[in-house]
């Protein structure tokens, strides 16, 4: 059964990832695909063509999600190609490790602006056009089990994650009249580029995988279902809803 027949959808930060999973899975159930992306040509046309592959249209829009033109830009040019805006799943997001006290101001104010300012006008600019064509539509966002726990090195990323679980639930108020549904997936630990550095040290990855009772860290693919999920009909009444994806990790307390 396909779940996204007729349905165009954007995702953003779709050259890698979970993004890049996301999208395919949507052409995979039938909608047609708009992907941003800032700096990856070579993976983002290879997801373009993995979704032409599937017989869906895709196009590939490059642009950094901090910057609110982008928003717009991203949103004009999915609507020229592809006629209308659907879904948006905002999950552009990165997340560069750093001790917290000598973190630089740099660093901090990137990451808010991506991660959060990001998706903020991401959404904001799917919305607008969505009231416009003026029948509803589905949001997805890329929170994280970060919205709920904290990172020892994650100090400018978790409050990013928090911030977008917390749009979800007032943009779910904000957008109900429209017929416009807001939810948010948690990811747990997904092993993609985002982390590669990380878990790249042995013992790390182990404890990790331990924490986990399904017993192994996710794979961006994991998150495809539970997204595709909520930017479909099957989930009508689902607004204001975040959903961990995590293998169990957040109530694996001991
Ligand atoms: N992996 C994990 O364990 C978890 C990840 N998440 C979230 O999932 C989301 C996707 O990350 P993940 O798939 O893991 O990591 P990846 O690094 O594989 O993917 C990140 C994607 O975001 C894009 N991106 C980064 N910066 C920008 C920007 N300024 N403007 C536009 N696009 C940008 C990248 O594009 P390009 O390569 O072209 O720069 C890439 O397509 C993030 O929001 C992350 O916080 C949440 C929980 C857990
Ligand atoms: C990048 C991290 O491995 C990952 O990001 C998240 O949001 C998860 O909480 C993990 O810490």
């Known amino acids: 059964m396909k779940l996204l027949e007729g349905k165009t959808v954007l995702v953003t930060g779709a050259s890698t990832g979970i993004g890049r999973a996301a999208a395919i899975g949507a052409a995979q159930h039938g909608a047609d695909v708009a992907i941003n ?15 032409q592959a599937l017989g869906r249209k895709a196009i590939a829009v490059k642009g ?5 033109e982008t928003a717009q830009a991203f949103v004009a040019k999915a609507v ?11 999950n552009a997001g990165i997340c560069p490790f750093h001790s917290f006290l000598d973190m630089p101001v740099d660093v901090v104010e990137r990451t808010f602006r991506v991660n959060l300012h990001g998706a903020y006008f991401m959404v904001q600019a799917a919305a607008q ?7 509803g539509g589905a949001i997805v966002a890329v929170s994280s089990i970060s919205a709920l726990v904290g990172g020892e090195f ?15 639930q007032s943009t779910a108020i904000a957008l109900g009249k429209y017929g416009i549904r807001c939810n948010s997936v948690l990811p747990g630990t997904i ?7 990380d878990l790249a040290d042995a013992e790390k990855r182990k404890y990790m995988e331990e924490r986990t009772p399904l ?4 794979m961006p693919e994991d998150l495809a279902g539970p997204i595709v999920f909520l930017a479909s009909d099957m989930a009508a009444y689902v607004t204001g809803a975040a959903l961990l994806v995590d293998g169990g990790m957040f109530v694996n307390l001991q």
């Open 80 to 90: 020229e190609a592809l006629g209308k805006v659907d879904v948006m799943v905002s």
């Open 154 to 168: 994650q100090t400018h990323y978790t409050p990013t994650k928090a911030g977008v679980h917390s749009l979800m």
């Open 191 to 197: 092993l993609t580029e985002i982390n590669k550095d």
């Open 129 to 135: 056009q969505m009231v416009k064509q003026g029948h």
């Open 37 to 51: 992306y800032a700096h990856s040509d070579g993976p983002a046309q290879a997801c373009v063509e993995a979704i």
């Open 215 to 218: 017993g192994r860290l996710g």
């Open 64 to 68: 950094d999600v901090a910057d609110p």
